[in-house]
């Protein structure tokens, strides 16, 4: 019995893989945040419209994305059981969102990657 020898080069162009995940991963996080902030703001308090003004999305140079609220009042309306607020909104506005949209965050964020690794 014989033995072939194979040989073959391979080019690994990790870097650049590296970089389009990075990307692609900003995107997502970016994207995710993005739906979030949209589902938040169906439930914020509207007593004047600051509060639901004041939400942004916030990115660093990591890509990490953050969604908060600036309004004075956004801890107290996020937190204290005892506020009343109108039907439809409630206190928890973040969090609960959060919890029942993660899927679909996950999701965007998943085709985001994909998008910039073209899979």
């Known amino acids: 019995m014989t033995r072939a020898r ?18 692609g991963s ?10 979030l902030l949209a589902k938040s703001q169906e439930r914020v308090p509207l007593e004047t419209g600051k509060l639901l003004a004041s939400g942004h999305v916030t990115t660093d140079a990591t890509g990490a994305a953050a969604v908060s609220y600036s ?3 956004a801890v107290r309306q996020h937190e204290d059981p005892y506020y009343q607020h109108d039907p439809g909104r409630s206190r ?11 899927p679909p965050m996950l999701r965007v964020m998943a085709r985001r990657i994909r998008n910039f690794l073209g899979t």
């Open 71 to 73: 309004d004075e009042n």
């Open 26 to 35: 900003a995107a997502g996080s970016r994207a995710a945040a993005d739906l």
């Open 92 to 102: 928890k506005y973040l969090e609960i969102p959060m919890m029942t949209h993660r």
């Open 6 to 23: 194979v040989s073959f080069d391979l080019d690994w162009n990790g870097h650049r893989i590296e970089a389009q995940l990075r990307r």
